[in-house]
C-alpha cells in the first residue's frame, strides 16, 4: 500500500534537546489526509525507535503527534507558518 507524507516536521533541534536532561522528545508529523491509522502507527513507531537509537531515551519519554492538513491549506497553514520561518532550524528541508 503506497501513502505518501508531504512533509515530516521533526520538532527537535540540537541547541534544545539534553541529551542528559528530562527533556522528552516530542515529533509532530504532518500530512496529507488519507493515511490509515494502521499507517500512522506505523510511522509513530519507526520514529520511536529512531530517537530512542539516537538520543538513548527510552520509549516512554517519546511522543509523537500525527496531525492532517488538508493540500489545498498546506502552503497558508504549515509552509507559510512553521517551515518557511524557521528554515535554519530545519535539518531536512522540503524540495518545493
Sequence with gaps: MQFCITNLLL???????NLNSNNMPHVNVKMYPGTSEEQKEK??????????????KPEAAVSI??????E???????????????????YKQPGY
Design 72 to 90: 489545498e491549506v498546506w502552503m497558508e497553514e504549515v509552509y507559510d507558518k512553521e517551515i518557511k520561518p524557521n528554515m535554519e532550524k530545519l
Design 11 to 17: 520538532k527537535m533541534s540540537r541547541e534544545k534537546i
Design 43 to 56: 510511522i509513530a513507531q519507526e520514529i520511536t525507535a529512531v530517537i530512542m537509537k539516537h538520543t538513548g
Design 65 to 70: 503527534a500525527i496531525g492532517e492538513v488538508a
